[in-house]
T-cell receptor, first 113, second 115 residues
């Protein structure tokens, strides 16, 4: 069963606008969530994370929002830049991120001029 | 430190052959993780170590797969009698919860193609 779902396989956004990537999960026991970015031929690169005790975390242009009642999180990128074009993975953990991560299938973001 | 490294980056083998991959984690990291990623999917957990102890194995890790981390530093992942379904990107990650952060840092991966 797919415990972490990213239902949009792709997203296209104009440079300077906001990118919103969504992620849903089914296991209410998840207590830590992470976003990774992946370029072709490279491993995933950590972007930002959030603990289940928070509902928002910001780091520069990146903000993650967590809605526990809806079992939904989102990544906002403002403003979007062409270099943000990559595949974005949402991941969840049962133990604060210390043990295994369970990933979604990814969303390919394309930021065009 | 230059991050997590993996060797080889690419491996092409014939069905039935054995292959071994190596992962060198970030030096102070005590946890090492292996994941597998197939086209269009996110990484799937295979196994992880804390120092030299293998703490969890996924049911994806059949008896043809074995992983070791003999001295708590680098790790190897061996696949015996490879099958075409083993073709994937094998990713290694490391982390150190004791340092107060939770994220896992990934290497570039080893792409395996089984003919």
């Amino acid at each position: 069963d797919q415990q972490v779902k990213q239902n949009s396989p792709s997203l296209s956004v104009q440079e300077g606008r906001i990118s919103i990537l969504n992620c849903d999960y089914t296991n209410s026991m998840f207590d830590y969530f992470l976003w990774y970015k992946k370029y072709p031929a490279e491993g995933p690169t950590f972007l930002i994370s959030i603990s289940s005790i928070k509902d928002k975390n910001e780091d520069g242009r990146f903000t993650v929002f967590l809605n526990k009642s809806a079992k939904h999180l989102s990544l906002h990128i403002v403003p979007s830049q062409p270099g943000d074009s990559a595949v974005y993975f949402c991941a969840a953990s049962l133990s604060g991120g210390y043990n295994k991560l369970i990933f979604g299938a990814g969303t390919r973001l394309a930021v065009h001029p | 430190d230059t991050g997590v490294s993996q060797d080889p980056r690419h491996k092409i083998t014939k069905r039935g052959q054995n292959v071994t991959f190596r992962c060198d984690p970030i030096s102070e990291h005590n946890r090492l993780y292996w994941y597998r990623q197939t086209l269009g999917q996110g990484p799937e957990f295979l196994t992880y170590f804390q120092n030299e102890a293998q703490l969890e194995k996924s049911r994806l890790l059949s008896d043809r797969f074995s992983a070791e981390r003999p001295k708590g530093s680098f790790s190897t992942l061996e696949i015996q009698r490879t099958e075409q379904g083993d073709s994937a990107m094998y990713l290694c990650a490391s982390g150190n919860p004791g340092q107060g952060y939770n994220e896992q840092f990934f290497g570039p991966g080893t792409r395996l193609t089984v003919l």
